[in-house]
């Protein structure tokens, strides 16, 4: 999908969808304009949130109040957009260009495993250098440059970089600091149209670790097991799961507060504890490892048992690990063979045999107890058979 096609289809009236969201049934659709974004759901669950047009319009307002907070006006400036226009991330920046009347200039990802050529690439482009730039990046893009001492000074050109998909790695945020490079971290989601908090890039360079303060359209909350709620006017009209094909849900309360997956503080400002459900955030890709575990039980490989964990990664923040367990004496080469094809966030990055693995005799996964083991296979001190 191109922005020209979403454009057309947005004059036509039509709900467009996104690469992910085909599946979803016309008929249950409400009047347009709008589009159809796939998320991984970050309260558990692959679905496909309605955007209405109207709601980009009030997130790209809510961000535009944001600069001018900051002290930068949202049309003079120059939208740099690395991310993939079939995620809320990649869309918004290119729809708030067009409600800024800002330029917007897509960033091919190749520039960014190159980082000595990327000032170079940049500078060919219409606009650069002539106004205060904004990009957008998810953890693993921005650990990829600042490996790089061209990637460092090219971030160091920014004005403001918006960090989000999953947590800043304190040692990338101790980095950025040191070389004076403009972080604002935030948070966001597809159900909301994007970001809700952000923090301004001078706070970050004074120490400040939070997310900032909500957004003038939002309000957050915490329930009482510390999950993140949030009410905003630009929350998803509705949702379509797979599993229930032919209804669309809610997702907020009555009172229109949407529960979020994440565990949270927040006083003035908003600081992300954790996950509350089993997903696994890999390089800003919500990643749900039973489902994965599923798909890999219906093919035709030889597997007894099948685990995927996640394990910390410097620059992935998190990446898979497969554990199983085969009468097959090739079943990695196979597993990997067959998985080679998936996202890589999806795909694992390396696979263990394992006799033993089993879940409980109630049938559940002891996710804690092979998160451990798999800790003293890293350590070479393997627990005993019951551990």
Known sequence: MTPDQLLQGFRDGRWMPLRGAEALPQQLLPPGPGVLVSSGGSSGGRRICLQPLHHLDQSAAATAHWLQGIGLDPGEVLICNPLPIHHVSGLMPWWRSRSWGAPHLVLQ??????PQGLIESCQAQPGWGQRPALLSLVPTQLGRLLA???GIDWLKGFSVIWVGGAALPRVMADQAREVGIRLAPCYGATETAAMVAALPPERFL?????????????????????????KTDRLATACWRPEQPQQ???LSDASGWWRSGDRAALETDLRILGRLDGAVISGGETVFPEQLEARLLASELPLEAVLLLGIPDADWGERLVGLVRSSASDIV??????TQSWPAAERPQRWLFCPELAPSEAGKWQRSRWQAWLQSQESGHPPEPDG
């Open 109 to 114: 990802p190749s520039w960014l495993k190159q």
């Open 206 to 230: 004074q120490g400040d670790d939070s997310c900032g303060a909500p957004l003038m359209d939002v309000e957050l909350r915490l329930a009482a097991d510390g999950a993140l709620e949030v």
């Open 248 to 250: 669309l849900q809610s």
């Open 333 to 338: 080469e196979r597993l990997q063979d067959v």
């Open 148 to 150: 790089d001492p061209g």
